[in-house]
């Protein structure tokens, strides 16, 4: 597959221009980058602060042949990809936060935001966004409202945003298409080996509702595997926090 990729100076959101072109204007696998994000989103309506040339932030697009069944998988094939990426150019290895945070040292380093369209049965379009910590300018440290780190803080070698991006685009597109040919039951165990939270204590947050419990890794459809009062439960829900005890 030849991605095609377009760079932007400046653009409201990476995600949000993909969406707007949705579907009959995008090639599978088809990649917006911008330097600057003048309403970069987050998660749960989150802004995410995106100061020009500092960062990485980029979006593809990739139509889910198998339908809405296949989204669940998406995050986490997402988050092995850009673990891929960083593992094989700068040699750190990096820990995965279900469903979806890339961790280093213990705080978050990049994140994951994916947007859906489509109907259960039938094609599905994703715009699947990464935002990537390089550089953080001291002007924008005090504007993140969570933990955080970035690349430069782990390593001397020189940070190449190009040759990053296409690494990225290289190892998404390639767990991608391993993800529609054969799901995710294949890349659970290389995602459970950089489990940050796996037999840790945690609280789980859904909605109003606070469960204790000890992570047990994810199942092959990547839900999370929660062990409360002896017994493990699947939780498939998207709008779940994990905090450490
Ligand atoms: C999160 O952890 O809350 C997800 C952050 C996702 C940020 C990226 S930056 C590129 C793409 N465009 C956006 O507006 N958001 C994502």
Same mark, same amino acid.
């Given at each position: 597959?030849?991605? !095609? ?30 330097e600057?994000?003048?309403? %970069?989103?987050?998660r ?15 979006? =593809? ?11 669940? %998988?998406?995050? @986490?094939?997402?988050?092995? #990809? ?18 979806n945070?890339?961790?280093l040292?213990?705080v ?11 109907? #259960? ?14 550089? =953080? ?17 782990? !390593? ?12 990225i685009?290289?190892? @998404? ?17 290389e ?6 939270? @796996?037999?840790?204590p945690?609280?789980?947050?859904? %909605? ?7 992570c ?6 990547? #839900?999370?595997?929660?062990?409360? *009062? *002896? ?6 829900? *998207? ?7």
């Amino acid at each position: 597959l030849a991605n !095609t990729v377009e760079v932007h100076n400046l653009i409201d959101s990476t995600n949000s221009y993909l969406l707007r072109r949705l579907p009959n204007n995008l090639k599978q696998g088809q990649v917006c980058i911008a330097e600057y994000q003048s309403a %970069g989103r987050g998660r749960r309506g989150r802004q995410w602060i995106s100061p020009f040339g500092s960062h990485i932030y980029l979006s =593809m697009y990739w139509q889910l042949e198998q339908g809405m069944s296949a989204a669940m %998988g998406l995050s @986490l094939v997402t988050a092995l #990809a850009v673990s891929d990426a960083i593992s094989e150019l700068l040699n750190i290895e990096v820990q995965l936060k279900w469903p979806n945070d890339i961790y280093l040292s213990g705080v978050k380093l990049a994140g994951i935001l994916i947007d859906l369209e489509g109907q #259960a049965l039938g094609a599905c379009h994703s715009v699947i966004g990464i935002g990537l910590n390089l550089a =953080m300018p001291e002007q924008s440290a005090a504007q993140v409202d969570q933990p955080w780190t970035d690349l430069k803080s782990h !390593t001397q070698a020189v940070l190449d945003r190009n040759m990053l991006c296409s690494a990225i685009i290289k190892c @998404l597109t390639r767990r991608l298409e391993q993800h529609q040919a054969f799901g995710l039951t294949p890349m659970v165990d290389e995602w459970l080996q950089q489990d940050f939270y @796996l037999d840790k204590p945690v609280k789980l947050i859904t %909605g109003e509702r606070v469960t204790s419990g000890i992570c047990r890794g994810i199942n092959n459809q990547g #839900a999370l595997l929660l062990e409360t *009062g *002896g017994q493990v439960k699947a939780i498939y829900g *998207g709008e779940v926090s994990l905090r450490a005890d």
